[in-house]
């Protein structure tokens, strides 16, 4: 049980610092004249458009504006913490509370 619980806790970390990436890639699509050519962003964009193009395909851009973000965030969000509260169910199960 111990094992499932670090686990989950590794996978909520990696998802956070997923989080921390898709905030860049999205501040980062502000700037228009930025060149997606460099190897750090052409990075960034591959890590993180495949998860935002399958919220593109729910909302799609509003007058220009992507409003697909929030809802990746909002979703990303719900999971960590899902992931996060059987995680410490798990830990209160096996020290016995």
Same mark, same amino acid.
């Given at each position: 049980?111990? *094992?499932? /619980?670090?686990?989950?806790?590794?996978?909520?970390?990696?998802?956070? &610092?997923?989080?921390?990436?898709? *905030? &860049?890639?999205?501040?980062?699509?502000?700037? =228009? #004249?930025? +060149?997606?050519? #460099?190897? $750090?962003?052409?990075? *960034? /964009?591959? &890590?993180? +458009?495949?998860?935002?193009? %399958?919220?593109?395909?729910? $909302?799609? =851009?509003?007058?220009? &504006? +992507?409003?697909? %973000?929030?809802? %990746?965030?909002?979703?990303?969000?719900?999971?960590?913490?899902?992931?996060?509260?059987?995680?410490? /169910?798990?830990? %209160?199960? /096996?020290?016995?509370?």
């Amino acid at each position: 049980m111990e *094992i499932l /619980s670090t686990f989950l806790q590794v996978l909520v970390q990696t998802l956070e &610092i997923y989080s921390l990436v898709l *905030i &860049i890639r999205v501040l980062l699509s502000w700037f =228009p #004249n930025i +060149d997606w050519s #460099n190897p $750090i962003l052409t990075s *960034i /964009s591959s &890590i993180t +458009d495949p998860y935002l193009n %399958a919220f593109r395909g729910i $909302i799609p =851009p509003i007058g220009g &504006i +992507d409003l697909s %973000a929030i809802l %990746a965030f909002i979703s990303l969000s719900l999971v960590q913490q899902l992931l996060s509260s059987t995680s410490m /169910s798990i830990l %209160a199960m /096996s020290s016995g509370y």
